[in-house]
């Protein structure tokens, strides 16, 4: 393959930054997935986690492909968004206000592949940090080729951080212990997951 056909490393290395900073920073994703680690453990929660990608991908490919621009000549499109956004992240919330952490029928309630799933696709933040890194990092040249770069790069870089989000839960839910302090942070979890998607949908244009 042509050098010319590759993103150059001074790029990437921006690339990379960008990721590191959007992706790793607090938000309604990283917020439930530590919550999720916190209330059921890091292991049962791999499976939201893989969801929450996997939404990620989905729309990251159909914002390559246009889909934004097409959003765009629906004005209201993003309005409905952010009721969703807000309606599934406080349903996920009280998914983690009720789980009591003791097995049992409290695993049943583990939030899967298809409760993460939906994650990105109803989260107008998450168009929006997909259309700043493919206008800052895909050039017309080499659409494909920067696109699946930036594609892995959310894929890779992104996971390892959304994972040690996940860590995180699990470590405080091993180092909290049950009964009253453990209910305590998934309080303060559950309520920063839904106040950090407050701020992020507020920083959405209308």
Same mark, same amino acid.
């Given at each position: @393959? ?11 290395? !921006? =690339? ?11 938000? $309604?994703?990283?917020?439930? !997935? ?11 929660? =791999? ?20 889909? /934004? ?51 990105? $696709?109803?989260? $107008? ?34 996971? /390892?951080?959304?994972? !040690? ?26 309520? =920063? @997951? ?6 992020? !949908?507020? @920083?959405?244009?209308?």
């Amino acid at each position: @393959m042509s050098s010319e056909m590759l993103m150059p490393a001074a790029q990437f290395g !921006l =690339l990379a930054l960008f990721v590191a900073a959007m992706v790793g920073s607090p938000g $309604p994703a990283n917020m439930s !997935l530590m919550a999720s680690g916190l209330a059921f453990g890091a292991r049962p929660a =791999l499976p939201f986690m893989a969801g929450t990608m996997s939404g990620f991908q989905v729309i990251f490919w159909l914002n390559v492909a246009g889909l /934004f621009a097409l959003l765009q000549s629906a004005p209201h499109v993003f309005q409905v968004l952010r009721w969703a956004c807000m309606g599934y992240i406080l349903y996920l919330a009280w998914t983690i206000l009720r789980s009591n952490g003791a097995g049992g029928r409290a695993m049943e309630r583990v939030p899967g592949y298809l409760r993460g799933f939906w994650v990105h $696709p109803l989260n $107008p933040k998450a168009y929006a940090m997909q259309i700043a890194g493919i206008s800052q990092f895909v050039s017309a040249e080499r659409y494909f080729l920067d696109a699946l770069v930036l594609s892995l790069t959310f894929l890779l870089l992104g996971g /390892f951080l959304n994972g !040690l989000w996940l860590l995180a839960g699990g470590w405080l839910r091993q180092g909290s212990g049950p009964g009253r302090f453990l209910q305590g942070l998934r309080i303060a979890l559950a309520g =920063l @997951m839904v106040g950090s998607t407050i701020l992020s !949908l507020q @920083m959405i244009p209308a």
